[in-house]
Nanobody, 114 residues
Framework: QVQLVESGGGLVQPGGSLRLSCAAS????????MGWYRQAPGKQRDLVAAITNGGTTTYTDAVKGRFTIARDNAKNTVYLQMNSLKPEDTAVYYCYAASGSLTWGQGTQVTVSS
């Protein structure tokens, strides 16, 4: 099994930046893709960004040019650098790992507000 631990959320003003981290442990050799979803109050959980173990990345249109996903395979960690944050980015962000099944992190709150 895979375990995920997230960190890095918080409160930031519009236009600011945050970096989320997600460290994987356990059966990490099975992990193919890692990424981030987010869920705003009253809305469904949507994909934000993903990265394969080969480094191929995917972004939802709303974050293209502002967010960058990166993966450090030596540290078994995936990062989400979020720049030019907007109030509509406010959500709980969930890390996931795909290894035949999906494993989710505990979620971290990101609030963008002045």
């Amino acid at each position: 099994q895979v375990q995920l631990v997230e960190s890095g959320g918080g409160l930031v003003q519009p236009g600011g930046s945050l970096r989320l981290s997600c460290a994987a442990s356990g059966s990490i050799f099975r992990i193919a893709t890692m990424g981030w979803y987010r869920q705003a109050p009253g809305k469904q959980r949507d994909l934000v960004a993903a990265i394969t173990n080969g480094g191929t990345t995917t972004y939802t249109d709303a974050v293209k040019g502002r967010f960058t996903i990166a993966r450090d395979n030596a540290k078994n960690t995936v990062y989400l650098q979020m720049n030019s944050l907007k109030p509509e980015d406010t959500a709980v962000y969930y890390c996931y790992a795909a290894s035949g099944s999906l494993t989710w992190g505990q979620g971290t709150q990101v609030t963008v507000s002045s």
